[in-house]
């Protein structure tokens, strides 16, 4: 699971317990300039990932960690879909971050206010 907190002008993403393992990252800090917006999306589990590198990816367990598609780069963090945000991003290493939250709502609300 994820920590989202807005940190004065960035946007800054804890990775907790085992998952920095799977992940392979503890933490993630972004410029909150070059976050585009954020939405929950529980279906976005469906979706195809790409090439793993570096990761972890078993299916309806765990997606975390880098995967490269269309040459973009996403970072997940997922392991209960009905929990999952997508935070959009630009000018950055990867072009969205996908992440399991404790709840969702309040997740995406801390980063559009943020963004206004």
Same mark, same amino acid.
């Given at each position: 699971?994820?920590?989202?907190?807005?940190?004065?002008?960035?946007?800054?993403?804890?990775?907790? /317990?085992?998952?920095?393992?799977?992940? %392979?990252?503890?933490?993630?800090?972004?410029?909150?300039? &070059? @976050? =585009?917006? *954020?939405?929950?999306?529980?279906?976005?589990?469906?979706?195809?990932?790409?090439?793993?590198?570096?990761?972890?990816?078993?299916? /309806?367990?765990?997606?975390?960690?880098? %995967?490269?598609?269309?040459?973009?780069?996403?970072?997940? &963090? @997922? =392991?209960? *879909?009905?929990?999952?945000?997508?935070?959009?991003?630009?000018?950055?290493?990867?072009?969205?971050?996908?992440?399991?939250?404790?709840?969702?709502?309040?997740?995406?609300?801390?980063?559009?206010?943020?963004?206004?």
């Amino acid at each position: 699971m994820a920590l989202i907190r807005v940190e004065g002008d960035n946007l800054v993403v804890v990775i907790e /317990g085992l998952d920095k393992l799977w992940s %392979f990252k503890g933490s993630l800090t972004v410029p909150l300039a &070059n @976050v =585009r917006g *954020a939405t929950a999306d529980p279906g976005i589990s469906t979706d195809p990932k790409g090439i793993r590198a570096p990761g972890s990816h078993v299916p /309806g367990v765990i997606t975390a960690g880098t %995967f490269h598609q269309h040459g973009e780069k996403v970072f997940w &963090n @997922v =392991r209960d *879909a009905s929990k999952a945000v997508v935070v959009e991003l630009t000018g950055e290493k990867y072009a969205r971050l996908v992440l399991q939250v404790d709840n969702p709502r309040a997740a995406v609300a801390l980063i559009e206010n943020a963004l206004t």
